[in-house]
């Protein structure tokens, strides 16, 4: 959906899309860092200055020329990876908490992230020490009503290691261990249970994450697909909210570009939502129907025959986030669950 918010600044873009490292003023860099291979292109890693060395605002994804994109931009502002005083993540996911590990090993740094996204490394960490996730997905996919041509390409999907266990484990409203500065961690669940944005207190800049982003929404998904104790899409609502109140002269999100207009945007993604719930809420009348016919039936950015079974399986997170807010509502039911289908209520 398109945004009314404009750029911070100018935001020069080096070959092949990616913006130049910069200088944002205050003791504060911004460094791109791509994500081979993924239209996000790249994400924004910040550093911060303290007297015992930069602090970073997320990592960027595990890989070399993720690594020397990170190392090289830093260095051009005067700062070595191995001067890194602490990362903190604002999410797990591989794009933002991928490199943490290897920055911790060049430098000694701690690594900081929510304790809802701590439990989720352990568990996650777990998992693939049992070679469990692939059973563990084509399980979920099967009760989620795919049909066999998803079933029988699902064992070729590629794993994606997970990343490194934090040091701490942070809770709202903490301060992060930045000297002479006050970043206070604002806990944002939703794009994952730990989700944090980072309130830069004494400049009037908040760093997002991928809680709000300039002109897309983050994915919010529900996993497993059937369960019924969380709600990720309300909690992500309801942090948008929140993050709205904050007092922000500038946005720092993880990717795209910096703006202005933080509850203005927060507004507009909230709509977002109400518009979608609207049409998956239309969708549920006559016979039950599983959540992979309910997904496919939903408009996507490119038609579901040809979206490849990753995104498909992240399209049905998705729907069944919203089924889950629909439920909360009274305007949706489980008809069954296995395999899971959902009607009217």
Known sequence: MPAPDVPA?????????RPDAEDLGGGLWSVPVPIPGNPLAYTLVYALESPRGPVLVDAGWEHEDAWDAL?????????????????????????HAGLAGRVREASGAWIAMHRADAAIVRA???????DAERAWIADSLRRAGADDGDLAEHPRRRHIDPPAQPDRELEDGDLVDLPAR????????????GHLCLHLEDAGRVFTGDHVLPRITPHIGLYPYDRADTDPLGDFLASLERVGDLPADEVLPAHQFRFRGLAARARDIAAHHETRLTELAALLTGEPRTLWRLTAALTWREPWPAMALQSRQMAAAEAAAHLRVLE???RARRATTDPLTYTTA
């Open 124 to 130: 996650f960490r777990a998992m693939v020490e049992r």
């Open 9 to 17: 600044s100018d935001g020069r873009e080096a070959p092949g899309g």
């Open 328 to 330: 909360r509502r009274g």
């Open 71 to 95: 190392t090289a931009g830093l260095a051009a502002f005067g700062m070595d990876v191995a001067d890194v005083h602490g990362v903190v993540v604002t999410h797990h996911h591989p794009d």
């Open 182 to 193: 006050r970043l206070r961690a604002i806990w944002t669940p939703g794009h994952s249970p």
